[in-house]
């Protein structure tokens, strides 16, 4: 294992160095923002042309943002309004979810359930616009262990109120663990991605101009955002990337994070409305990391993210990639891929993850990866051929070849 000291890490892969302190790594933006008190753009006027990212930190960030765009779709975004969805979805879910939770139906009352220590009720009050919004239960989603105990910590969080925050590596489950703990709860779920170009106005909401139907004339009229209408209707919001997000989204978001037996939001450009969320509603975020930046140089565009913020946060989850079993019951079922091919793919994964750590390899391989892999080997009924287009070809020269090492050594 290679230290600050060492210019090269044990892959041989050279770091860069910070101007103030000679040390050295992939990425200085936390290093100087944590040692020496400095931005990026004061570092580079006190130092001119320095690099602050090492190429292979800027290659795998760069893979890494274009997984997570070309990965992320909003949930129901092919569903009109007034559709209901929960109808396509097989009426045992709910209970197929608590059973495999292990989480019983309390006789006394069929809402009920108990998963670990947490009891939640089903969703048994809503409206179609509101049922369109409830996600559709996955009958392939294989809950392990990891995938228990993380329920019971989100359960919890919403049984007390409290906002969750879930952070992990990219492509571990975290939003879909949300969404099909929703599905099973019969919960809408409103979920945003918190990337640059989001306007407070998605969240708060703006003033349109729209025809009356009654007498054909124009009128300014206030529109909800998805943060009020996510309130005022009981919705959970699930807000990815919370590490990205912009300055001015979490500034909005802080006011409706506080501790309290309901939140409020006040909208200035709706005449200060004051908004008293519904008893239902709940704030879950994501992130790749807790908050305190990102050495690593895989997630671009992540920040630190101030103690006061993330105190307004009551539970913090830690996720991690399913166990092997559970990945491997996860590509079975999701793609129909052959299961001793299911788990030597797993094993690859792991090893991969491994030599992430020990900095042999510069990239991970997500559970999301895994399953375009065993799709891709269906596909094409070869799971070499399969490797180079879903694994290999994104990946740096000195990457695919260690990855392409692993697949010969399990298939031959």
């Known amino acids: 294992m290679t230290t600050a000291y060492d210019r090269f890490d044990s892959a041989g892969r050279e770091k860069i160095e910070c101007k103030e302190c000679g040390l050295w790594y992939h990425r200085l933006d936390v290093h100087i923002s944590k040692k020496h008190g ?12 320095s690099p602050t990212i090492s190429k292979a930190a800027s290659g795998a960030a760069s893979e890494a943002a274009k997984e997570k765009s070309s990965s992320f779709r909003a949930p129901h975004s092919h569903y009109a309004p007034g559709v209901d969805v929960s109808a396509s979805i097989p009426s045992t879910s709910v209970a197929a979810a608590a059973t495999a939770l292990t989480a019983a139906v309390v006789a006394t009352d069929p809402t009920l359930f108990r ?10 009050d809503l409206g179609d616009y509101d049922k369109q919004f409830v996600p559709a239960f996955d009958p392939h989603f294989s809950i392990g262990r990891v ?4 329920w019971e910590y989100v359960g919890i969080g919403v049984q007390d109120r409290e906002n969750v925050f879930i952070f992990g590596p990219t492509g571990c489950g975290k939003s879909e663990s949300v969404m099909q703990l929703a599905a099973a709860l019969n919960q809408p779920v409103r979920r945003i991605n918190l990337h640059g170009e989001i306007r407070s106005s998605d969240f708060l909401g ?12 124009a009128v300014v009229a206030w529109k909800d955002g998805i943060l009020p209408d996510a309130m005022r209707r009981g919705h959970w919001l699930v807000l990815d990337e ?17 501790k309290r037996a309901r939140a409020r939001l006040v909208l200035p450009g709706n005449g200060g409305e004051v908004v008293e969320a519904h008893e239902h509603f709940r704030i879950i975020a ?4 807790i908050g305190r930046g990102d050495e690593s140089g895989l997630y671009t565009g992540t920040n630190m993210l101030n103690e006061a913020f993330l105190d307004r946060f009551g539970i913090i989850v830690q996720a991690d990639y399913p166990m092997p079993a559970t990945e491997r019951d996860i590509l079975v079922g999701r793609t129909g891929v052959n299961a001793d091919d299911a788990v030597r793919m797993v094993s690859v994964a792991v090893d991969v993850r491994k030599a992430l750590a ?9 559970t999301r990866r895994l399953i375009t892999w065993a799709a891709m080997t269906v596909r094409l009924g070869d799971v ?5 287009i879903a694994v290999t070809n994104r990946l740096s020269a000195e990457d695919a070849k260690f990855i392409a090492g692993l697949v010969q050594r399990y298939w031959g």
């Open 115 to 124: 998963i670990g220590v947490a009891r939640l009720h089903l969703r048994t």
């Open 358 to 366: 020990a900095e042999t390899v510069y990239c991970t391989f997500s």
């Open 38 to 49: 400095l931005n990026v753009d004061a570092y580079l006027k006190r130092h001119p042309g």
């Open 242 to 258: 919370l590490d990205a997000a912009p300055a001015h989204v979490l500034f909005v978001l802080q006011a409706v994070l506080e």
């Open 147 to 150: 995938e228990k105990e993380r």
């Open 286 to 289: 994501t992130g790749n990391t």
């Open 206 to 217: 703006e003033k349109t101009v729209e025809v009356d139907a009654a007498t054909g004339q």
């Open 384 to 388: 070499k051929r399969a490797a180079v």
